[in-house]
């Protein structure tokens, strides 16, 4: 007949104790925050970027997100949605640019430079 270990069984018991210890602590703001809030949240930066405003604020702002204020958080908002539209405009202006050279009929190796050539050189004659 086999007696039961029971150095295994309090060795799963102390593991179980620790990992409920460890899920007691408090969980520092910014790791709750990217776990908890919603699907996005574990995007959230560090620090945001307060954007200068004027003579009430000359110079952008650093700042780390828990220190930061709600509207601290508008203004990054702001000036996210900004760059977001910078880099959606950026992205529109290089499709048309190569929609355009693949209409002229470039190949993947083909520069852009070639592509135009025979555009530019219209334009220069008329």
Do not use: C
């Not at 977001?84 to 992205?91: G, I, P």
């Amino acid at each position: 007949m086999k007696f039961p270990s029971f150095k295994k069984v309090s060795r799963q018991v102390a593991e179980r104790k620790a990992q409920e210890a460890e899920q007691a602590k408090p969980l520092p703001l910014m790791t709750w925050l990217r776990k908890n809030l919603s699907l996005y949240s574990k995007h959230l930066p560090d620090a945001i970027r307060i954007p200068a405003m004027g003579a009430a604020r000359p110079d952008e702002v650093v700042r780390l997100l828990p220190d930061a204020t709600i509207d601290d958080l508008a203004f990054a908002i702001q000036a996210s949605e900004e760059e977001s539209s910078e880099v959606l405009r950026r992205t529109g202006a290089l499709k048309e640019l190569y929609e355009a050279a693949r209409k002229r009929g470039a190949l993947g190796t083909t520069t852009i430079a070639e592509a135009f050539a025979a555009a530019v050189d219209g334009e220069v004659r008329k």
